[in-house]
DNA sequence: TTGTTCTTGACAAGAATTGTCAACATAATC
DNA sequence: GATTATGTTGACAATTCTTGTCAAGAACAA
């Protein structure tokens, strides 16, 4: 459970990205194809752009479309740039873990350790080409989608 | 970085107390060998109690001991105890996941539940008795704690 | 009765998360 | 140039989680 709303949302939007191939697409759309509150949307899309993972366009005919191969963003890449260490704690990060006194021949940091390393493993062994490839149901037919916004016919 | 301090310190009490097979250890050493603030173990270690693992005992002479042996007590059962669901994400969880409106044929998902698995096979598959058979440091040897609490002689 | 120890519940301070909004900047089109 | 469509930015409130602390109470032994 410590894979935040914004992660979850950035991968979300980064893989129907991977997804449509080719034209830009408006931050609206990209809420309503992956089901994210647009307002939020708002935060995080600046966020992969610095970051150089998209591109953005303004005006009409503007939006959003990847800045390089979706081969060639990992999972990993993402997650970190929301999440930061991907350690489980704060004594077993790669760099500058913080320091603590029972860290000397310490058998749980070990295992701390070895669940960060499987993550990063798996998170940086993943990337969104391979996510897009297999892909389906509202992710590939977007009219899957219930898109209930406000009020259904109750009444 | 979601592995909670509490988690943190249950963990320190019981590879302690694995370490120290016989007598009941007080509150009070049990904060002092694992350099955790006495009242937050108040809170935690009942919580190990009513879950089974440690037993405890009231008036002098009383203190925790483990309740079964440190071979039977995963990493797993104390880190859900305190953790709740080891998914990453709220959709990944094995029991009652959170809806979502794009989890058909979400690739993503897949992935969250590699990562899960991962960390369930790792939390699993340690017990206590392996985490003490190898321990060292101010774990075995308390006299290396620093153990410096207010004051240390300056002045 | 006294002293020691665990037990419980309430709590405050702080931090993180989540979602929202308004004002602004840029680009195309008329 | 005016207008419209779009991304950009920063501030913000509400909520929830985390962390540590404390005081009063219950059990046990001497």
New interface residues.
């Given amino acids: ?3 935040s709303r914004r992660t ?1 949302y950035a ?2 939007a980064l ?1 129907v990205l991977s997804l449509e191939g080719g034209g830009p697409l408006k931050l609206e759309e990209l809420a309503g194809r ?2 994210v509150p647009q307002s939020v949307l708002e935060q995080v899309m600046p966020t992969l752009r610095t970051a150089g993972i998209v591109r953005s366009e303004r005006g009409p005919a503007g939006g959003y479309r990847l800045n390089k191969a979706a081969a060639e963003i990992t ?1 990993e890449r993402v997650v970190r740039l929301f ?3 991907l ?4 004594c077993a990060t790669r760099h500058n873990p913080e320091p ?9 940091r ?3 350790e ?2 960060r390393d ?2 990063i493993s ?2 940086g062994g ?1 990337t969104f080409a ?3 490839a ?7 037919n977007p009219s ?3 898109t209930a916004p406000a009020e259904p016919a109750a009444g």
């Fill in positions: 459970m410590w894979v979850d991968t979300r893989l992956t089901a999972l999440q930061g260490p350690a489980p704690i704060g603590c006194p029972m860290s000397l021949g310490c058998t749980l070990d295992v701390w070895e669940i499987a993550t798996l998170l993943v391979d996510l897009a297999r892909a389906g149901g509202p992710w590939t899957l989608l219930a």
